[in-house]
């Protein structure tokens, strides 16, 4: 099922993003953000204005780009920034994207960092 495209992907670690550059990225459409916390949570403080919404139990199959499930708004090729409630699942998640072939993918950390940085919020 996972279809690792290059598991020697150059950020397997998946490194933090400073949440202003994450915003602005963003904004300028660069960057695709990512929440991957579940739909209780979404549905409790709303999600980062843009984002797509993936849990991380869903990871696999909406971002594997092999899986027909794969969402067509990613790219291996365009940059990746995920985040959660504190930033423990969105690092576990950016590293199984970078494993699948994700060429930038960052941690950005909670939502609130995303909020902090200026980022506006949608409820869902």
């Not at 695709?32 to 993936?54: M, P, Q, Y």
């Not at 991380?56 to 990746?80: I, Q």
Request: hydrophobic letters at 45%; charged letters at 20%.
């Amino acid at each position: 099922m996972f279809g690792f495209l290059n598991p020697a992907s150059r950020n397997a670690g998946a490194g933090r993003i400073d949440p202003k550059d994450a915003v602005a990225r963003a904004a300028s459409g660069e960057l695709t953000v990512i929440d991957v916390r579940d739909i209780s949570e979404l549905k409790s403080s709303g999600k980062a204005k843009g984002a797509l919404h993936v849990p991380l139990m869903m990871l696999a199959t909406r971002c594997d780009p092999n899986s027909p499930e794969c969402l067509s708004a990613l790219s291996v090729e365009k940059p990746v920034a995920l985040y959660c409630a504190s930033g423990a699942r969105s690092q576990m998640a950016a590293g199984m994207l970078a494993k699948m072939g994700y060429a930038e993918v960052y941690n950005l950390g909670g939502l609130y960092d995303w909020h902090a940085a200026g980022g506006q919020i949608e409820r869902a």
